[in-house]
């Protein structure tokens, strides 16, 4: 497949560049500073372009037969100057898939978004979703209705505390909304985010992670 990565320059969106390339598949890395991403492959090709720029995004998502989003902010104040950070960009992505007839995608979200906030103990959904990380968490749950919405072939993720542990693939993948263990490596939910495009286990379905 030819898959691009929104957001790949570091973080979960580096390891999902890495784990396409390592399945076989023909990787676009787009990011702001895509020259962050440290590798190098045959079949990788870095983008420099803005989730916020429609012509930027165009670009990135024409001749791709899947996209990826993991793009987010490195700091909270992003929210307060855009607090539609996740959803403005990804309002853009959904529609050049659209223009350009790409149907699979999947989205790094996170638990407590949307329906998943009953799985939050009341102390965390009130202290984090609701105070320190408000905007962020406000912004996935119109981001994930904007997916839900796009009419295309689409999976959302939404793993628990990210780690920086290796890949173990031994994770736990629930459509149901209920609990998962709490924290997951970024690099088992790369691989998830590339499973989700690769196969149609999920489509449709937001999903629980946990590992």
Do not use: C
Not at 53 to 64: H, Y
Not at 90 to 106: E, F, P
């Amino acid at each position: 497949m030819r898959i691009v990565v929104i957001g790949a320059s570091q973080g979960t969106g580096a390891l999902a560049v890495r784990t396409a390339l390592e399945r076989g598949h023909a990787v676009t890395a787009f990011a702001r500073s895509p020259q962050k991403l440290v590798l190098e492959h045959p079949k990788l090709t870095r983008m420099k372009g803005d989730f916020h720029q429609r012509a930027s995004v165009e670009e990135a998502v024409q001749g791709q037969d899947a996209v990826i989003i993991t793009a987010s902010a490195t700091q909270l104040k992003a929210f307060k100057e855009n607090p539609n950070y996740f959803s403005q960009g990804t309002g853009l992505v959904i529609d050049a898939m659209k223009a350009h007839g790409v149907r699979k995608l999947s989205v790094l979200s996170a638990m407590g978004a949307g329906e998943s906030q009953s799985l939050m103990n009341v102390v965390v959904r009130t202290l984090v979703r609701s105070f320190i990380l408000k905007l962020p968490f406000e912004d996935h749950d119109r981001q994930e209705r904007l997916v839900r919405d796009s009419g295309l072939d689409w999976v959302i993720a939404r793993p628990g505390r990210l780690t920086d542990g290796p890949a173990r693939g031994r994770y736990v993948a629930k459509t149901a909304v209920e609990k998962v263990p709490f924290a997951i490596s970024r690099a088992d939910v790369a691989d998830f985010l590339v499973k989700a495009v690769e196969v149609d286990t999920w489509v449709k379905h937001a999903v629980q992670l946990g590992g």
